[in-house]
Nanobody
Framework: QVQLVESGGGLVQPGGSLRLSCAAS????????MDWYRQAPGIAREFVAR???????NYADSVKGRFTISGDIASNTVYLQMNNLKPEDTAVYYC?????????WGQGTQVTVSS
């Protein structure tokens, strides 16, 4: 069984920063990418950032220049550094592990950006 656990969410003022963490455990084989997605109330889950096993990354346009994904695919650990947060970044943030046996998701961590 595979488990992904996100942490680091919370309440922050606009312009502030948060760092999310995601750690996966269990019978994980051949992870080739780890991603962050987010879902705000009443809105479909949307892609935020991805890191591939070779280290390449890509981002949604809405977070480019503000968010940075990093981590160690081999150890199934990924981080999301979020700077200059905006109210529209408020959402539940989910971690996904993409493996040759399918994708696995965490339960999410709430990020609220409000003054």
């Amino acid at each position: 069984q595979v488990q992904l656990v996100e942490s680091g969410g919370g309440l922050v003022q606009p312009g502030g920063s948060l760092r999310l963490s995601c750690a996966a455990s269990g019978s994980i084989f051949s992870t080739y990418a780890m991603d962050w997605y987010r879902q705000a109330p009443g809105i479909a889950r949307e892609f935020v950032a991805r890191i591939m096993s070779g280290g390449s990354t890509n981002y949604a346009d809405s977070v480019k220049g503000r968010f940075t994904i990093s981590g160690d695919i081999a150890s199934n650990t990924v981080y999301l550094q979020m700077n200059n947060l905006k109210p529209e970044d408020t959402a539940v943030y989910y971690c996904e592990s993409e493996t040759v046996r399918g994708s696995f998701w965490g339960q999410g961590t709430q990020v609220t950006v409000s003054s």
